[in-house]
C-alpha cells in the first residue's frame, strides 16, 4: 500500500499544480457593460425641444392633462395606473396562460440546464468508475507453458482525468453559457412587457371601436328621424324629392361604415382571447368601455442613464455582446497548448477473494500536452471571426439603444399632439353641437332648407367619431410610453422568468 500511497500523493500534487494553472487569466478581452449615453441637455434628454411642464387639457373623458415627472419609477404592474380592475384581472389570467411566456420560460430553463451540465463537467475532474472480468487463453509460446494456459483476470477501477484551463478556454466558455442565459431572462422580460402591452393596446382598441359603433349607431337613429321628417315634409309638397335622396344617401353612407367597426370590433376580441392565452371562440372575456379607463394624471421619465438598465431588449442585447466578448477569448484560447492530467487506480487478481489484496493493488498517472502546429491558419481566421462577430454585436447593440431613445422621444411628441388633436377634437365636436341645434331650430322655423341640417348632421357625426379616436389614442401612448420605459420589471415581487 505504500506505493499506492505515494501514487496518490503525487497525484494530489498534480492536481494542486493544476489549480494553480487554472488561476491564470484568461486570454481575450474581459467584458465591461457599454457606457451609458450622455445627452446635451439632462432636462430634455430626448429632444432637442423642450417639453412642455404638462400637455394640454380638454373638457370631458380622457381630457385632463398629464404631466411628465423626470426620474418617476414605475410600477411593477404598471397597467394598474388605468385603474380597471377588468383589464388588470385578463392580464394577470393571461401571464398564467400566455404560450409565448411559457415557451419563453422553456427557452430560459434550457439555457440554465446547459451551463449547469457544462460547469459541472469542465471545472472539475472527470471520475469513472470500471468492474469487469475478462476470461482469457494465451498460447504456449506467449504464455511458456506446455499447451498454453487459460484464466480469467478479475479488475475494478476508479480513472481521473481533467484538463488545466491554463489559457481560459474553459473559463471563456463558460461565460458565453451564462450570457446564454442572461439573453433568455431578459427575453423573458422582452415577452411579459409585449404580452402586457399588447392586451392594453387591444382592450383600448376595443373601447375605441365600441364606443365608434354607439357614435355611429347613434349618428343613424337621428337620421333615421330625419328621413322619416323629410318624407312627411315631401307628401305634403313642402320640399322636393330631392332633398328625400339627400338624405337616404347620408343614412345609407353612415350605415355603410357600420360593417367595418364590427369588423374591427370582432377582431380585437379574437386578439385579446389569443393574447390571453384562451381559444379564439371564448365567451367569457370581459368588455371594455373608455368610460372605465382612467387617464394618469401623472407619467414617468427615466433618464437615459437609466432606461439602458431598463429596456429588456438593451439588456438582452448587452447580454449578446457579453457572450460575443467571451467567444473571441474561447477563439483565442484554441490556438494554445492544452494540458491533460489523468490517473487511475485500481485491483486486478485471477481469483475474486483475491481483489482487495495489497498484491492486486494497480494504478497509474499521466500528463499530455497537445497544441496547434500547422492548421492552414484556421485557428486565426477563427479569432478574427470571433472579433468580426463582437464588432456587429456591439454595433447591433448601439442600434437598439438608439430605437430604444427612439421609441421614448416618439411617444413622448404623441402623447403632447394626443392631447392637441384631443382639445381641438372637443371644441370642434362642441361647435358641431351648436351648430346642429342652430340649424334644427332654423328648420324647425321654417329659415332654412333641410339639406343644411343635413349637413349639420353629418359634421356632428364626423365630431364625434373623431373625438372617441382622439380620447383613445391618449390612453394608447399612455400605455405606449410605459412599455417604452421598461415596464418596471425590477419593482415586481416575481420576476417574469420564475419557475411554474
Known amino acids: 500500500m505504500t506505493t499506492s500511497r505515494t501514487g496518490w500523493r503525487r497525484a494530489s500534487l498534480a492536481l494542486a499544480a493544476a489549480a ?28 432637442a425641444a423642450a417639453w412642455p411642464a404638462e400637455t394640454a387639457s380638454a373638457p370631458g373623458r380622457a381630457g385632463a392633462a398629464q404631466r411628465l415627472v423626470l426620474e418617476r419609477d414605475i410600477p411593477g404592474e404598471w397597467w394598474q395606473v388605468f385603474h380597471n380592475q377588468a383589464l388588470d384581472g385578463l392580464i394577470r389570467s393571461a401571464l398564467a396562460q400566455s404560450p409565448t411566456l411559457a415557451a419563453a420560460q422553456a427557452a430560459l430553463r434550457q439555457a440554465r440546464e446547459l451551463y449547469e451540465a457544462e460547469s459541472g463537467s469542465r471545472l472539475m475532474p472527470a471520475v469513472t468508475g470500471q468492474a469487469g472480468a475478462q476470461r482469457s487463453r494465451q498460447s504456449q509460446a506467449a504464455s511458456s507453458v506446455p499447451g498454453g494456459v487459460e ?27 451564462q450570457a446564454a442565459v442572461d439573453v433568455q431572462h431578459w427575453q423573458i422580460e422582452a415577452a411579459y412587457l409585449s404580452l402586457t402591452a399588447n392586451l392594453v393596446t387591444a382592450a383600448v382598441q376595443e373601447a375605441s371601436l365600441r364606443a365608434q359603433l354607439a357614435a355611429t349607431q347613434a349618428v343613424i337613429e337621428a337620421q333615421q328621424r330625419s328621413l322619416a321628417l323629410v318624407q312627411r315634409q315631401e307628401a305634403l309638397g313642402g320640399i322636393g324629392h330631392q ?13 355603410a361604415g357600420l360593417p367595418a367597426l364590427q369588423k374591427a370590433l370582432a377582431q380585437t376580441r379574437l386578439q385579446l382571447a389569443v393574447l390571453a392565452g384562451r ?82 493493488t494497480a494504478w497509474s498517472l499521466g500528463a499530455g500536452i497537445a497544441g496547434p502546429i500547422f492548421n492552414g491558419g484556421a485557428l486565426a481566421a477563427r479569432a478574427r471571426a470571433a472579433v468580426a462577430a463582437y464588432d456587429q454585436a456591439q454595433a447591433q447593440y448601439r442600434q437598439t439603444v438608439l430605437v430604444a431613445f427612439q421609441n421614448v422621444a416618439s411617444t ?27 340649424a334644427q331650430s332654423q328648420y324647425d322655423a321654417g329659415a332654412v332648407p333641410v339639406l343644411t341640417l343635413l349637413d349639420a348632421q353629418r359634421s356632428v357625426e364626423q365630431a364625434r367619431i373623431g373625438l372617441v379616436q382622439a380620447q383613445a389614442a391618449r390612453f394608447a401612448d399612455s400605455a405606449a410610453l410605459f412599455q417604452a420605459l421598461g415596464g418596471g420589471w425590477w419593482n415586481r415581487a416575481e420576476l417574469a422568468d420564475a419557475q411554474r
Open 20 to 47: 494553480a494553472l487554472a488561476g491564470c487569466a484568461a486570454v481575450g478581452p474581459d467584458f465591461k457593460a457599454p457606457a451609458a449615453p450622455t445627452v446635451a441637455d439632462p432636462a430634455h434628454p430626448y429632444s
Open 151 to 177: 484464466y480469467t483476470l478479475y479488475n475494478a477501477s476508479v480513472n481521473v482525468g481533467y484538463t488545466i484551463d491554463a489559457f481560459g478556454a474553459t473559463r471563456r466558455s463558460l461565460e458565453a453559457l
Open 243 to 255: 332633398a328625400v335622396l339627400a338624405q337616404q344617401a347620408q343614412l345609407a353612407q353612415t350605415r
Open 279 to 360: 381559444q379564439p371562440d371564448t365567451a367569457d372575456l370581459p368588455e371594455f368601455s373608455l368610460d372605465s379607463l382612467q387617464l394618469p394624471a401623472e407619467l414617468p421619465l427615466s433618464l437615459p442613464s437609466a432606461l439602458v438598465r431598463q429596456r429588456p431588449d438593451i439588456r438582452a442585447s448587452e447580454a449578446l455582446l457579453h457572450q460575443a466578448s467571451a467567444q473571441v477569448g474561447v477563439a483565442e484560447a484554441a490556438r494554445y497548448p492544452q494540458i491533460t492530467l489523468s490517473g487511475s487506480l485500481g485491483l486486478q487478481a485471477f481469483k475474486p477473494q483475491n481483489l482487495f489484496t495489497t498484491a492486486g
Open 412 to 438: 413622448l411628441q404623441a402623447l403632447q399632439s394626443d392631447a392637441d388633436a384631443l382639445r381641438a377634437q372637443a371644441a370642434a365636436e362642441a361647435l358641431a353641437r351648436e351648430s346642429l341645434a342652430l
